[in-house]
């Protein structure tokens, strides 16, 4: 398994922006395929992205596909979540994961979990 921890989250206004990273550690990240998901109080654990080992295949969730953009360095070991013209819905606890699947929407599809960073956007 990978270790992996998040980081960026905070608080922002309605139309801003945030970027979240998730460092992972383990000299085998390049081999994961990546995933981030976010839980709101009282609410399923959702998908947000996914972006493939090779980064060369992203899938995102309806909600905010134009509006997000998920990327890895793999030189760094690091997934990237750009967050743009963030809405008081996409509140929430924003988790990165990580699969050896090719690719996953479901979050038992994911071994690996971060702690978690926090994303509030104000109206």
């Known amino acids: 398994q990978v270790q992996l921890v998040e980081s960026g989250g905070g608080l922002v206004q309605a139309g801003g922006s945030l970027r979240l990273s998730c460092a992972a550690s383990?000299?085998?990240?390049?081999?994961?395929?990546m995933g981030w998901f976010r839980q709101a109080p009282g609410k399923e654990r959702e998908f947000v992205a996914a972006i493939s080992w090779s980064a060369g295949i992203t899938y995102y969730a309806d909600s905010v596909k134009g509006r997000f953009t998920i990327s890895r360095d793999n030189a760094k070991n690091t997934v990237y979540l750009q967050m743009n013209s963030l809405k008081p819905e996409d509140t929430a606890v924003y988790s990165c994961?990580?699969?050896?699947?090719?690719?996953?929407?479901?979050?038992?599809?994911?071994?690996?979990w971060g702690q978690g960073t926090q994303v509030t956007v104000s109206s």
């Open positions: 994961a990580a699969t050896t699947l090719a690719y996953g929407r479901s979050p038992n599809n994911y071994a690996s």
């Open positions: 383990g000299r085998t990240f390049s081999r994961y395929t």
